[in-house]
């Protein structure tokens, strides 16, 4: 099913003929080999523009209840445009289709800017996952000067 939103965008179901946009997911996550460990089981979502892919999301089932927004992303060229979260509302909307009851969303603890966009999009904090960046990746992340460590877990009840 598509979601139209007031400004026009649009998300699709990406097929399996589609390929996948690694570019975009990217900006979302660290690494391809992160990325493939959810990406195949998940349910993609893209809005393109004029035939070039400009946002993503991915969702991924953890069981019956739960849902989690694995990847978000915006092409830079679009951000700050209210994309991102219109990506958060159509997710929201996907997951209850689905009759999901909790929709999750994780990010650094010094992702600030998405911090914000979850919080005030209605996502609560519940757990902080210590050393989720230093344990999971193989290499240093720094962002803005500073190195990725611990893993902000985020959760809405879907109504
Ligand atoms: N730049 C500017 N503002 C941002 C950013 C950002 N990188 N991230 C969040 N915001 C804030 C804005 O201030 C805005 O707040 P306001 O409405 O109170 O003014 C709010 O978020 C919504 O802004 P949008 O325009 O809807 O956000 P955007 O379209 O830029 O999408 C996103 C947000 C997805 C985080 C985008 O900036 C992006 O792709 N960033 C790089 C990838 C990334 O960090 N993805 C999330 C990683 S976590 C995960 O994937 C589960």
Known sequence: ????????WITRQLSNDDKIPYDLLLLGDETIEAINQYIFDSDIYIVEQKDKVIAIYALYSLNQDEIEIKNIAVDKAFQGQGIGRFLLQDATIKAKEKKYKTILIGTADTATKQLH???????????????FFTDNYPATIMEDGIQLKDMVMLRKTIK
Do not use: D, H, P, W
């Not at 966009?117 to 050393?131: C, M, N, Q, S, W």
């Open 117 to 131: 966009l979850y919080r005030t999009a209605g996502f609560v904090v519940y757990e902080i996952k210590k050393g």
């Open 1 to 8: 099913m598509r979601t139209e939103a007031k400004n026009s």
